[in-house]
């Protein structure tokens, strides 16, 4: 996973589609270029725990001082 940069995907032509909606757990290992978590994905789950393991961007934006942690924010348990 060193060198994912985009988590993109697509729905086309149907809008009530929710993608992995019992997501409960979500760890990343060493993603050190992945930029961004799907913002669909965030508000569409419900998520207990989400963890950044060697994920140096993610835990920039998403982490205890990040500019996007207001988008995890409802998320119980976060490591960074």
């Given at each position: 996973m060193d060198e994912w940069e985009e988590w993109d995907y697509?729905?086309?032509?149907?809008?009530?589609?929710?993608?992995?909606?019992?997501?409960?757990?979500?760890?990343?290992?060493?993603?050190?270029?992945?930029?961004?978590?799907?913002?669909?994905?965030?508000?569409?789950t419900k998520m207990n725990e989400l963890?950044?393991?060697?994920?140096?961007?993610?835990?920039?934006r998403y982490g205890r001082t990040g500019d996007w942690r207001y988008k995890v924010s409802h998320i119980p348990n976060i490591r960074d």
């Open positions: 697509v729905i086309s032509g149907q809008k009530d589609i929710k993608i992995m909606p019992r997501l409960h757990r979500l760890q990343l290992d060493g993603c050190h270029k992945l930029k961004a978590l799907p913002d669909h994905l965030l508000l569409t963890t950044m393991n060697w994920c140096s961007v993610l835990k920039e």
